[in-house]
């Protein structure tokens, strides 16, 4: 049975109403704002193809942290940018690396803040690679050893969740051992499961941490992005070690991995609205040609709409500025002239 007993425009007719049966809901609980954090004091430096993003020294990154969980947003991602680098990444797995040192900071001071990390070797090697080079090629079972230090290193000083970042066969496992091994069984793994090799990454590594790779590109680890099934294989994988919850990255181009990964898994899933997604926003904002705030909170409920619990954004702060603007203004007046007349009429 059709129009004229279906009017789907019934459902549309006002914002009420449409919040009334509105699917999908972006709210501020749902987003991780990355952080960077740089060594020395006093230093807030702006990444200047990811404008409102900074590095920061741990100084200036407590008060972010703070002024970040005061809008809501529950979560960090966070990121090292050290001043050295070296052949074994040692800065990633130092106890006073940039990294650890931050965790130890924020989790005194900022302490309801869940401080995911990121762990990886490429902010730390010379190669600007993931792990260690043998031959040109990524030498998985020896870049294991690496991670297995980064994430017990940051267990160390205090991480709430680790998040390997690497695709290396075997990662989650090796990462689970160590940490059951040395008491951190409750740790959670926030699994980099659907990492594909994409361009879109290219503001957050050239501008965002300094680690551009040497020679070479990544697609023997990151997977092709013309694959669909096979990102299916990798979460399955990935849950089998010990993940707790599965990232896809990129988002916006990963719609459908978002949507295929939490039908077929039916586990935390987060997206990873990146460096490069958040560019051709802002930069078509500046041209003009779009209206950001309303593209950026049309593509963050897209990746809600495709299946994401999570998302991890360099909008997070604007989206929940926005969003507290939002719900404020449905907050209700009463109409004191409405009330004096009903009550009249009673009288
Ligand atoms: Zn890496």
Redesign the pocket.
Known sequence: MGYPVQRPRRLRQNEAIRGLVRENELSVGKLILPLFAVPGRGVRREIPSLPGTYQMSIDHLVEEAAAVRDTGIPAVLLFGVPDTKDELASGAYAADGIVQQTIRLLKRAVRDLIVITDV???EYTTSG??GYIRDGYLDNDASLDLIAKITLSHAEAGADIVAP??MLDGQIQRMRQALDDRGFSNLPIMSYAAKFASRLYDPFFKEGTHSTLAFGD?KTHQMDFANSDEAMREIGLDIEEGADIIIVKPALFCLDIVSRAKSQFHMPVAAYNVSGEYAMIDGAARLGRLNCDEIMLEALTAIRRAGADLIITYFAKRAAELLQRHDKDLSSHIDRAAVEEALGALA
């Open positions: 990886c070797g490429c690679h993931c970042a690497c990544k």
